[in-house]
């Protein structure tokens, strides 16, 4: 089983009130680096931030983290628009980040991209690939994606309070921009993400569909961002069966509506609780308090989690986010002043699958 | 455990004579490549050439590819200056590819390259690390720094009948073509792997370096390339423990001289046989008349292989071999054909740790 996670970055994670990143823009450009590293090294090593909100509910990757340490799998991470250095090592096809989805293109050559991650995905020997993402912004891009495909499915969010008038709307914007009106898209896929998608979306799909053309099993590991990627897929006319493996988290939140889309797309829809709800760890409590919820392959790679192993995967969690500056009870302030971040008590940094909010 | 694989090429590669690079150009350039991919994926995936000689002896690479599917240790690549795309993540340093050691720079901007390998080395959370390349041409280079360094080791060669006198005059010209004497660079080893070397040492070196720096323990996995670097190290006034590990097939090779060489450089020096003598698969036979030798991390990841499991890394072996197209007798030749090698009846394709014949 290989998990392969395409982590890049889209500029509409800067636009105001999207995400916590009009306060802290450098953490939004630095997250998805910091993530690989969280999940090669167990910790941030190049980059400069530590993700974890002021609250101390870390990144996703410290969830996907814990899961590497107990189950045994593959994981292969490709450059899908890093913005920042990493010190993790990345496959490069030569993916471009992401502007603004109100800018007339927000993909630069994303059928380009496409073909480049179809045939490294056609070129995988796996015979099972979970593949995730690390992009913050990603559900308004994702809800861009959806709206100019016409299809009626809800996002997600990585904060408790899902801001989806402000979404609605930067897509409304982001659609003129490129003269689209909603649906428009339809038999364009890969015109939507360009128009007002990101790169990990040309990424991601592209992946997918090699893979599936090469007798490969695909699994979406995350949320509703993984829904716009098998809408799209759908809409290009890929036939083959797909599967969305996403969290409790996103399944419970009544924006994301994700039983109905997956029946609608033909998706099989797996969701793993991690059981965290009870618990005394601040992190925990945070993820069901709907922080984070999803994101940085969360999902699916807890669904490669045997029942049996839940306990030593919360174990590992708990001693990742020690290595992350937070303790049982918060966020040891003094050691995430010192990771760039934690000044700020606006900034959101759970950034993830469905890392922008 | 982190095992960290450098992998890089240098133009010196293409001498003709040196190794049966004029003859294939593209299989020196695609090797690390290639090598690469069958540590991640078992067999080279987007790399069109695989690293067989036509005789039926593989990469190294098949042999690390064996022990990572039987020990359990972290792999990290780092691209030293690659020549050709691979589908294989690498963590990238800026590092460009070498140029013949007869130009007056072989290495631009070794030091850079050092320094930034260094911060990496540095950033590594590991307590113990195996550092190995691969890159074709290798122990030409390693020949040249040595020399440059007025150190008297000698070098080995993937070939059985090492081309020694060949390398001698090729680093005599290189050197002259720098304008150096022999042990000029004596103060200055990276002054000596920027006139004679390749970009790989310039950057085990630094990771090598910066490992030490912080406190992490650092084994140099390979042959006499790992020599040149170990010697480096010393001439630039590095003084924590160092060891090498390496595999019989270089010990036993006279020319290499590695116990006397060890230990006038303060290193330990593991020597590790895989038990491949007395077997009956064509590629085990050739590792035992002396071809390939090492490379690729080869010594080092055997060294990480406890007595009762070598018998499964043999097993391995076997497998990857027959994903390669080698069977128990010898090359497939239809399908080693068909992987843009196997034609050429003089080319030997076993690059790694002392790769360039």
Do not use: W
């Not at 471009?96 to 070129?123: C, H, I, K, Q, Y």
């Not at 994702?142 to 904060?159: I, K, N, R």
């Not at 007798?215 to 290009?236: C, E, F, N, S």
């Not at 609608?264 to 760890?281: A, K, N, S």
Request: glycine share 12%; proline share 7%.
């Amino acid at each position: 089983m290989r998990v392969i996670l395409a982590a890049g970055t889209t500029e509409t994670a800067l636009i105001d009130g999207i995400s916590a990143a009009g306060a802290a823009p450098e953490l939004m450009a630095q997250t998805p680096s910091a993530d690989i590293e969280i999940l090669e090294y167990g910790r941030p090593t190049v980059s400069p931030v530590t993700p974890v909100s002021p609250t101390g509910c870390p990144t996703p990757a410290a969830v996907t983290r814990a899961v590497r340490e107990v189950v045994d799998f593959d994981l292969t991470v490709v450059d899908a628009g890093l913005a920042r250095p990493t010190g993790s090592p990345t496959v490069d096809l030569s993916v471009p980040a992401g502007a603004d989805v109100r800018e007339p293109t927000a993909v630069p050559d994303a059928s380009a991209v496409f073909e480049r991650a179809r045939e490294f995905g056609a070129s995988l020997p796996d015979d099972e690939v979970v593949v995730g993402e690390t992009v913050p912004g990603g559900t308004t891009t994702a809800l861009g994606v959806l709206t100019a495909l016409g299809e009626p499915a809800g996002v997600s969010s990585s904060l408790p309070e899902n801001p989806l008038e402000r979404k609605e709307a930067v897509v409304e914007t982001a659609l003129e921009a490129s003269d689209l009106a909603p649906a428009a898209c339809e038999d364009d896929p890969l015109g939507a993400i360009g128009a007002v998608g990101d790169p990990v979306q040309a990424t991601v799909a592209g992946i997918a569909a090699g893979a599936l053309d090469s007798g490969t099993d695909v699994t979406l590991g995350g949320g509703t961002q993984m829904v716009a990627i098998a809408a799209a897929l759908r809409h290009a006319g890929v036939e083959d069966p797909l599967s969305i493996a996403t969290t409790s988290f996103v399944a419970e939140d009544p924006s994301a509506d994700l039983e109905a889309t997956c029946d609608r797309l033909d998706c099989d829809l797996t969701v793993t609780d991690p059981g965290f709800r009870g618990r005394e760890h601040v992190s925990m409590q945070r993820y069901c308090a709907g922080e984070a919820k999803e994101g940085v392959g969360m999902g699916g790679v807890l669904s490669l989690v045997d029942d049996g192993e839940m306990a030593a995967v919360r174990d590992r969690f708990e001693a990742v986010c020690a290595r992350l500056g937070i303790g049982a009870d918060g966020v040891d302030l003094e050691s995430a002043a010192g990771s760039g971040h934690g000044a700020d008590a606006d900034a959101d940094a759970t950034a993830g699958a469905d890392g922008g909010p």
